[in-house]
């Protein structure tokens, strides 16, 4: 007994010690699954993000070729040249959050939308009323269409592996 009370300080500081590493030990491993959950929130809320984009610049271009195969009585069409890229911008610095196959495709489709928008210069002319547009003739109509169509290719890939990543988490 009097060996407890000698070194009763000594165990009761050791228990007290080993209590504070344990609670340290404990909050850390808390915030390492926070931190992993709170990525993995930003990783899906950026792939739905991206993916709902690129589904509104497919429709936009379906829509775009589907009405250069109507019958036009008049001269050209009327095509918008800003790219519809406002989520893919503002989401760029968190890109890294994706996975390597995601981030190619993704970057591909942009980087195709962003040619096209550039290319719609060569084939029609700008239009003074709007700055954002250019005006197509209709004998580039085909041309036109061409170009869209081989947008489809990139961004369904695009789409595609965010679609899949979504599903498997």
């Given at each position: 007994?009097?060996?407890?009370?000698?070194?009763?300080?000594?165990?009761?500081?050791s228990?007290?010690?080993?209590?504070?590493?344990?609670?340290?030990?404990?909050?850390?491993?808390?915030?390492?699954?926070?931190?992993?959950?709170e990525?993995?929130?930003?990783?899906?809320?950026?792939?739905?993000?991206?993916?709902?984009e690129?589904?509104?610049?497919r429709?936009?271009?379906?829509?775009?070729?589907?009405?250069?195969?109507?019958?036009k009585?008049?001269?050209?069409?009327?095509?918008?040249?800003?790219?519809?890229?406002?989520?893919?911008?503002?989401?760029?610095?968190?890109?890294?959050?994706?996975?390597?196959?995601?981030?190619?495709?993704?970057?591909?489709?942009?980087l195709?939308?962003?040619?096209?928008?550039?290319?719609?210069?060569?084939?029609?002319?700008?239009?003074d009323?709007?700055?954002?547009?250019?005006?197509?003739?209709?004998?580039?109509?085909?041309?036109?269409?061409?170009?869209?169509?081989?947008l489809?290719g990139?961004?369904?890939?695009?789409?595609?592996?965010?679609s899949?990543?979504?599903?498997?988490?």
């Amino acid at each position: 007994m009097t060996l407890l009370t000698e070194y009763q300080n000594l165990i009761v500081g050791s228990i007290g010690f080993a209590g504070v590493i344990f609670t340290l030990w404990f909050n850390s491993k808390e915030a390492r699954e926070q931190r992993r959950d709170e990525r993995q929130h930003e990783r899906q809320a950026l792939r739905v993000a991206l993916m709902e984009e690129l589904k509104i610049n497919r429709h936009s271009l379906k829509e775009n070729m589907d009405s250069l195969k109507q019958p036009k009585k008049v001269g050209g069409a009327f095509i918008p040249t800003d790219p519809m890229d406002d989520a893919y911008r503002s989401f760029v610095p968190k890109i890294g959050l994706l996975s390597q196959a995601e981030v190619s495709k993704v970057m591909g489709a942009y980087l195709s939308l962003r040619t096209y928008n550039a290319k719609l210069f060569l084939v029609g002319v700008p239009v003074d009323t709007s700055p954002r547009h250019v005006e197509v003739p209709a004998k580039n109509f085909p041309l036109l269409a061409a170009m869209q169509e081989g947008l489809l290719g990139p961004i369904d890939q695009a789409i595609e592996v965010l679609s899949h990543a979504c599903d498997t988490g």
